[in-house]
């Protein structure tokens, strides 16, 4: 067994090595770029342990998952909202970026209407992101729960979303402000799942507004196995986003799927995934996974 396993770490070493020799211009090669998600179980920590860990370039935190009819709610697990805006100027002074997503798994959301698109950026753009200049706790009536503090961008994460919804508005209206002067520049995600194309978040991808685009490489056995496949194409679909291969941090132990040993990762996947030109990184899901397994030291030095 050691042997076997020794003689295909060989091989898999000189296959890499005649992979570097022919490995076109265009490649991308190391980002250094990781994305975690926070704020799905209270006991991952705080966000600014999430960053002071080193490991992560940005962290989104999930979700805001109530809204579309008048009413808007943050849900993160629990986790008290008071120290989180002294957390995110924290994290990014440290050169962290600290974003936002919207849907999720849970919740009660939906985009049904162009206004009601607009009514959500106005929320977001009041409460979370530069809306009065970030200057106060409270702009025209709108609490902020972190105060002062900007997030440097939204992530759309659409999971019970249906084709016709606007969120080609909302990513159009968020876009118009990537480049506010003087401000912090936004940053607008999406995290999809694997299969290419993924329906739900079709209309707003199309906007080309999306500078990452999070592919979840998990939870879909069919694709997990094909991945080189779903890879090349989502990468070909969206030459001017960067493409992020989204990983679970922890094994098939909490019922998901699509885990990659250290190993596989870097000898199958890695020399692949960095071939793209608009390969971006990587993105964990979890904060809280990767707090138990640790995935984050490999994928860090790697990515
Ligand atoms: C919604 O917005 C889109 C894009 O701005 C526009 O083309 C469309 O006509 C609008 N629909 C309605 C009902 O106002
Ligand atoms: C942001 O500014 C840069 C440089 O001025 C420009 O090239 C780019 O088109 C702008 N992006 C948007 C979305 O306005
Ligand atoms: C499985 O994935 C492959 C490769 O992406 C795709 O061509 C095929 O249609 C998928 N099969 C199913 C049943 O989804």
């Not at 992979?19 to 179980?41: C, S």
């Not at 979303?161 to 506010?180: G, I, M």
């Not at 299969?195 to 079709?202: E, S, T, V």
């Not at 909490?254 to 608009?278: E, F, H, M, W």
């Amino acid at each position: 067994m050691a042997l076997t396993r020794r003689s295909l770490v060989t091989v898999a070493a000189l296959l890499l090595q005649l992979f570097f020799l022919a490995v076109p211009a265009a490649a991308a090669g190391q980002t250094g770029q990781v994305t975690v998600f926070w704020g799905r179980n209270k006991d991952e920590g705080s966000l600014r342990e999430a960053c002071d860990t080193g490991m992560y370039t940005m962290v989104v935190m999930s979700f805001l998952n109530v809204y579309g009819h008048g009413e808007h709610r943050l849900d993160l697990s629990g986790h008290p909202l008071g120290g989180i805006g002294g957390d995110i100027k924290h994290c990014q002074r440290n050169g962290v970026l600290v974003s936002l997503a919207i849907g999720g798994p849970g919740g009660a959301y939906s985009l049904l209407t162009n206004q009601s698109a607009l009514g959500l950026f106005d929320h977001l753009w009041n409460t979370y992101l530069a809306g009065g200049g970030g200057s106060r706790s409270r702009k025209g009536g709108v609490a902020r729960p972190f105060g002062d503090a900007v997030l440097d961008g939204v992530d759309f994460f659409l999971e019970h979303t249906t084709p016709a919804e606007r969120y080609d508005v909302l990513a159009v209206e968020l876009a118009k402000r990537s480049n506010v002067s003087g401000g912090r520049p936004l940053h607008l995600t999406a995290t999809t799942r694997c299969a290419f194309p993924d329906q739900r978040a079709a209309r707003a991808l199309a906007t080309g507004a999306f500078e990452r685009i999070h592919v979840r490489f998990y939870d879909d056995d069919n694709c997990t196995q094909h991945w080189d496949d779903a890879w090349d194409r989502w990468t070909a679909a969206h030459p001017r986003s960067r493409i992020y291969f989204g990983l679970p941090a922890a094994s098939e132990e909490d019922g998901r799927s699509g885990y990659v040993y250290p190993k596989s990762l870097y000898y199958g996947y890695i020399p692949v995934l960095q071939k793209a030109a608009n390969y971006g990184g990587f993105m964990l899901w979890d904060r809280y996974s990767d707090k138990k397994s640790g995935y984050s030291g490999y994928v860090h030095s790697w990515a």
